[in-house]
């Protein structure tokens, strides 16, 4: 018997429907709640998630000569849980940023384009991580962005504009929740660090490890890592420390601005040299933490370079963000199993991309002889090629994403960005 209780949602993006719906589907929670089934809440957000990079990953699971799992954490859901669609676009546009789409699934109302907890008519949106803090739950939010970045912003501050990180930091560590995981240091700390030799500089190397790029993008000296230390935070800037904090508030940032891209996860691995801790382990910190609250905890995750990588059509770095959410999603199901006291939504804000595999007349395959009594030894060759399943392989086997590419071929010597320089650097680090 399923002793948790669990929903899939794929998302489009089309009709208004989506906000009404949620309210109905926070009313049946609340409803739950009370009869004493449902104490705890878990939130997963894919950014960028649609049923097309849910399906990459279970055709790589399926197709490729060796998988690197056996099974998606999907799979586990689909089995064990309902699925469903949402419908997530904004007021009046046919394209919902995550800004929005964040703000909808986190408050039931519908907002504009990238505001940050706000509806569509400018008012504060309550969001259910506030909703929790009122009915005295713990709250935790983890991303691999940044901690500032839209989709976490929407659940705990309030702001004109996705855009303004800086104020959103802020508010946060206003909103106060009790586990906040992800990157983006870069607007938590003092505009006084970016002067090289500075005594504050030296002062916050010593505090970070020197783990990361100490740059400040405020406008101004609130050292706010200061400020959630004397709230009461521990504070975590790596792997290691982030393993031994046993507090009760945690304030983890561990890269400038976002973390590890998928592939570069995949390949660091579990070995010591990985300094970042990986979705997985943030994702597992905060229940440790969160499941302490007798009243029970909400907490928000985002596979938020699912959405990335998206943006920038690489599909080989998507393949590894997606399996880096699966295992996210997986530590939960496995916290879960026996508990009959959480409800898990594993839900994409919207689909990024138009992501597909396509047919071409490129690279037809050759013809090859049937014995079934139809073909009777004739030759089988389709007129069309419908895509290799090692397609799926070699996207695996990518060695940088796109972005790295790029900044490898930013960093020749001028005279040495070329075209001939660029194919080399795509052909060593990409089987296509």
Known sequence: ??????????????????CSTLEGVGDKAGSAEQSGR????????????????????????????????????FDRMASEGVVGIARTEANQVLVVDSAASATQFASGRMAGSEMIGADFQGN???SMLEVAQGKGKAVGLVSD???????????????????????????????GADVML??????????????????????????TGGTMRLSSRRRDDRNLLAEASEAGYDLSFNRTDLAASHGDRLLGLYSYSGMLDGIAH???????ERVQPSLTEMTAKALSVLEKDEDGFFLMVEGGQIDWAAHNNDAGTMLHEM????DAIDVVLDWMKGRDDTLLVVSADHETGGFGFAYSRNDLPEGEPLDGDVFQGDDYKPNWNFGRVETLDRLYEQKLSYDGIFSQFDSLEESQQTPENLRMIVNVNTQF
């Open 145 to 175: 962005t940044r901690l500032t970045h839209a989709t976490p912003a929407a659940y705990a501050a309030h702001q004109q504009h996705r855009s303004l990180e800086n104020e959103i930091a802020v508010e946060m560590l206003e909103t």
């Open 266 to 272: 995949t390949q660091a691995g579990d070995g010591a």
């Open 323 to 326: 399996i880096k959410f699966s």
């Open 38 to 73: 449902i104490r705890n809440v878990i939130v997963m957000i894919g950014d960028g998630m649609g049923p097309q990079q849910v399906g990459l990953l279970d055709s790589y699971i399926r197709y490729s000569s060796n998988p690197v799992l056996d099974s998606s954490a």
């Open 124 to 126: 504060r949106a309550q």
């Open 1 to 18: 018997m399923r002793m948790y209780q669990t929903l899939l949602t794929v998302c489009m993006a089309s009709s208004l429907a989506g």
């Open 182 to 207: 992800s990157g983006g240091i870069r607007h938590w700390l003092p505009q006084g660090v970016n002067e090289e030799g500075s005594a504050l500089r030296a002062e916050l190397e010593e505090l």
